[in-house]
């Protein structure tokens, strides 16, 4: 099984752990001592549910702590060094090693709260946090994302309701320093102010830079005022994501009811404000495949948001026990396939290319499979430098999709035909026409 199926497949189905020895304790203390085992992580704001492991070169998170993933044909014997082999039909497949917890995780803050309570290790060399563990739709059944788990952490008391500035610096100078972190993902629940979560991640960026070298992503719900990305920029922060997660209105109302009250047409809006700050591929937006979009739906959002120079994050869902999305089936994995094989040289062409964008989730890419679709070929390249010079070309909101010459992946080909069969629903287009002309002016200047 070639990688970027293994790493597809293993994020749809998860992975079953045979004689796992289980999560061990950190080292207990700080310096050379021995390396703490393998980590994972249950409950949180996300990626959740997950454990990162490094395979075939390529570092992923693979859903381990799900209902699906223990029922998955993929296994792995694991030993308690963390390395082991993933299986499928007694046929292995691919060595894997599961990232060790890191050296700060046994060290506490000045104030003395442990500092995994503050900050993670996510992928291999990302430190995030959710600054404001804390929703105001999260309580509300009416309201709350089906898919969001970000109080179950919170309720467990592995984390704190809100971070401060000086002890997340605190955590990411250690963390840079014990265990070569380099770049930092700050996220946040929706608070009841105007700013979204802006003014905080904006103070908590600036503390860490104060302290330490590493570039920062921010992510928030778009604020009442656009000026918040200016002083977010000025902070220090380097790439900013505002998560769509669903695009169809029907689907947006049902699986996160309070957030689908922010229109489709206002994230477009703040995504164009935002790219003027931030600057091309410096935007990033989560798609989440398995909410109920459909294929065309989710490519047609991606086109626009690329051709507007922001970075379509897709990612399969994890179903979360305890979540109304607990027993939602994840999307199959020929599904993603199709979605990256089409994407991932779109991105490429338009210079939009993970490694390029300074930090977050893109940047890692571990949580998805599409930056292993995005084509490191001469001809590539050199659509790349000419997307630089030459705007991008708006697909017609009314027009039929037809794939590119790029996207002809075995898997894309059969769900295309479906869609055009009527199997897969067809959607209106995602953005109004106003949105699709301030998309190519911003392209175009």
């Not at 390395?83 to 046994?106: N, Q, W």
């Not at 210079?351 to 490191?376: H, I, Q, W, Y």
Request: charged fraction near 20%.
């Amino acid at each position: 099984m070639d990688t970027q199926t293994l790493i597809t497949e293993l994020q749809s189905f998860g992975l079953r752990l045979a004689d796992a020895p289980g999560d061990a304790a950190p080292a207990p203390a700080e310096g050379d001592g021995p390396r703490p085992a393998w980590t994972s992580r249950r409950g949180g704001a996300g990626p959740t549910q997950h454990v990162a492991a490094t395979l075939r070169g390529a570092t992923v998170m693979i859903p381990i702590h799900t209902d699906q993933a223990a029922s998955s044909p993929f296994v792995a014997r694991i030993g308690r060094d963390g390395s082991g082999t993933v299986e499928r039909d007694g046929e292995e497949l691919a060595e894997v090693a599961f990232v060790k917890a890191p050296r700060f995780y046994a060290l506490s803050t000045r104030d003395g709260i442990p500092y995994p309570k503050i900050a993670l290790l996510h992928g291999a060399d990302v430190l995030a946090s959710t600054v404001l563990q804390t929703c105001v739709r999260y309580a509300e059944p009416a309201k709350a994302c089906t898919f969001c788990a970000i109080g179950q952490s919170l309720a467990a008391g592995r984390t704190t309701a809100k971070k401060t500035p000086e002890q997340l610096a605190e955590v990411a100078e250690a963390a840079a320093r014990l265990d070569g972190v380099r770049h930092v993902t700050l996220t946040t629940g929706t608070p009841r102010s105007a700013d979204r979560g802006a003014a905080h991640l904006a103070d908590c960026a600036r503390a860490i830079k104060a302290g330490v070298n590493l570039p920062v992503q921010a992510q928030c719900e778009p604020p009442d005022d656009f000026a918040w990305f200016e002083r977010m920029h000025a902070a220090g922060v380097d790439s900013l994501g505002m998560h769509l997660e669903a695009v169809e209105d029907e689907v947006r109302a049902a699986a996160m009811p309070g957030k689908a009250e922010v229109s489709v047409a206002r994230y477009f809006e703040a995504f164009e404000a935002a790219v003027r700050v931030f600057g091309r591929g410096q935007v990033s937006t989560y798609l989440i495949a398995g909410l109920g979009d459909s294929l065309e739906a989710l490519l047609g959002a991606s086109e626009r948001l690329i051709a507007m120079g922001v970075y379509p994050f897709l990612v399969p869902l994890v179903p979360i026990p305890g979540t109304p999305s607990a027993h939602r089936a994840p999307p199959p994995g020929d599904f993603m396939r199709a979605l990256y094989a089409h994407v991932g040289p779109l991105l490429a062409r338009a210079g939009l290319r993970s490694t390029d964008v300074k930090a977050g989730c893109a940047r890692c890419g571990a949580c998805s499979g599409l930056s292993g679709f995005e084509p490191a070929d001469r001809a590539a390249s050199a659509g790349r430098a000419a997307s630089a010079t030459s705007p991008a070309v708006m697909p017609d909101p009314g027009a039929a999709m037809t794939p590119t010459s790029e996207s002809s992946d075995d898997a894309t080909i059969p769900l295309r035909s479906c869609a055009e069969q009527g199997a897969l629903p067809r959607v209106p287009p995602l953005a109004p026409v106003h949105l699709l002309r301030r998309a190519r002016a911003v392209q175009e200047h």
